[in-house]
């Protein structure tokens, strides 16, 4: 089972939108709406934004989007701010059992 | 609160073993699996297994097969992975995760992690 494809990097200024894009195949992304992306701080642990393709877990700001479209799923950030500068992650249920999910490559997101 | 508090950070040899607890407090252990990630330095999220803490059967990643077990105690809500015959390269935070089964509130994501625990393998 693959990684799921992000870009290495993204940036935007604060204020601006930013979206992350995550590619899978059909067994993945394209075949289940169990998509979710994940916050990672340096030396912290991942925080859920994400569950559902688009759902966001009690307390996640309403500034963190979720979709999908096809075999590629993406979340925006809308209202850039200095404390959204972290690595993401996307991540699917798959169809095998082992892994049960797969993880995406990761997504380094830099205010500037 | 959910909290899923981990074992402290290692230093091993290569070739020896190390195993990880992850305590559980603030839901019912037995109601959600746990899984095990582990993470590189500088590099993404590798998912390395998953228990039932119920009926404790387990599904481990073809990479790590024959090399990694999942135990848990339900009488103290801990949850452990164990890995042998370390090599350099499983130097990594490896954290604990947990995923609803049944998908009553939020499904097939890792809603809560461990802190981690970083296995250091050096000679």
């Known amino acids: 089972q693959s990684a799921l494809t992000q870009p290495a990097s993204v940036s935007g200024s604060p204020g601006q939108s930013i979206t992350i894009s995550c590619t899978g195949t059909s067994s993945d992304v394209g075949g289940y709406n169990y998509v979710s992306w994940y916050q990672q701080h340096p030396g912290k642990a991942p925080k859920l934004m994400i569950y559902e393709v688009s759902n966001r877990p009690s307390g996640v700001s309403n500034r963190f989007s979720g979709s999908k479209s096809g075999n590629t799923a993406s979340l925006t950030i809308s209202g850039l701010q200095a404390e959204d500068e972290a690595d993401y992650y996307c991540s699917s249920y798959t169809s095998s059992s082992t892994p049960p999910y797969v993880f995406g490559t990761g997504t380094k997101v830099t205010v500037l | 609160q959910v909290q899923l508090v981990q074992s402290g950070a290692e230093v091993k040899k290569p070739g020896a073993s190390v195993k990880v607890s992850c305590k559980a407090s603030?839901?019912?252990?037995?109601?959600?699996?746990m899984h095990w990630v582990r993470q590189a330095p500088g590099q993404g999220l590798e998912w390395m297994g998953r228990?039932?803490?119920?009926?404790?059967?387990?599904n481990y990643a073809q990479k790590f097969q024959g090399r990694v077990t999942m135990t848990r105690d339900t009488s103290i809500s801990t949850a452990y992975m164990e890995l042998s015959r370390l090599r350099s390269d499983d130097t990594a935070v490896y954290y604990c995760a947990r995923v609803d089964p049944f998908g009553v509130v939020i499904p097939a994501a890792f809603d809560y992690w461990g802190q981690g625990t970083l296995v250091t393998v050096s000679s």
């Open positions: 228990i039932n803490p119920n009926s404790g059967g387990t």
């Open positions: 603030g839901y019912t252990f037995t109601g959600y699996y």
